[in-house]
C-alpha cells in the first residue's frame, strides 16, 4: 500500500502541463529567426563600414544599411524574448515576445487596411519613391544593389514601364548626355536564359530606343509598381502566419500558469496526510 502510495505521489510530482512540443517548437522557431537577425545586423554594419563618405539619398528617409541594422536589432530583441522565455519558462519574457507581436500584427493590419483605402495615394507616393531612387541609382551602391535585387526577383524594370530609366543621367536618351549608358537600362533588366553560356552585362545597352515588343525581347519591359502591388496581394496569408503564431507562446504561457499552480498547490498540501 505504501509503495503504491509512493509511487502515486511520484507520479503526481513528475506531471506537467507544459507541452514539450509547443516549448521546443516555439525555441526553434525563435532561434533560427535570432540567427537571422544576427545575420542582418553584421551585413548592415559590414555595408556601413564598406562605404568611404556619407551619401545623402533623396528617395530615402534612412540609408538601406541603416534600416537593415535597426530591423534586425529589433528581431534580435524580440526572439530573445521568445528564445529564452520559452526554454527557461519565463512568463515575463514570454508575454513580452506576445505583445511584440501582436504589435507587429496590428501595425501591418493597419497599414493594409490604410493602402487599402487610400490606394491612389499609397500607390502615387510608391511612384515618386520609386523614380527618385532611379535617379539616385549610381550615388549609393546599397540602393543600386537593393533596385537590381527588386528588378531580378519580379522580373521588372523602372517604375512603370523600362523607358523610366532616362529619368537617370546616366541613361538619359537626350542627344546632349555624353555617357556610354545613354538609352540604356541595367543589367537586372535583362532576360536571362539558364541556357546561356556566356552572359552578356551589356545586354540592356539602348533598349530606351525600342519600342515595346522589340524591347521585350531582350528586357523585362513592365514596370516593378504593378508587379510589387501584386506581390503584396498574394502573400496576404503573413498576416494569419503571424495571427497563428500568436497563439504558440500563448499556450505556453497558459501551460506555465497551470503548472506553477499545481506547484503551489502540492506545496501546500505536501504535508496532508490524506494527500
Known sequence: M????????????????????VKYLLFIFNFLFWIISLMMVVIGVYARMAKHAETALA???????????????????????????????????????CVCLTVIFLLQLAVGVLGFIFSDKARHKVTEILNNAIVHYRDDIDLQNLIDFGQKEFECCGGTEYKDWSRNIYFNCSQSNPSRERCSVPFSCCIVSKKQEVINTKCGQGMQELDFDEAGNHIYTNGCIDKLVNWIHSNLFILGGIALGLAIPQILINQIKDQVELLNYNLKHQSDPWS
Do not use: H, W, Y
Open 2 to 21: 505504501g509503495g503504491r502510495r509512493g509511487g502515486a505521489s511520484g507520479s503526481k510530482k513528475d506531471f506537467t502541463f507544459v507541452s514539450p512540443v
Open 59 to 97: 528617395c530615402l528617409s534612412v540609408d538601406p544599411a541603416m534600416m537593415l541594422m535597426i530591423i534586425g536589432v529589433l528581431m534580435f530583441v524580440i526572439t530573445f524574448c521568445g528564445c529564452v522565455g520559452s526554454l527557461r519558462e519565463n512568463i515575463c519574457l514570454l508575454q513580452t515576445f
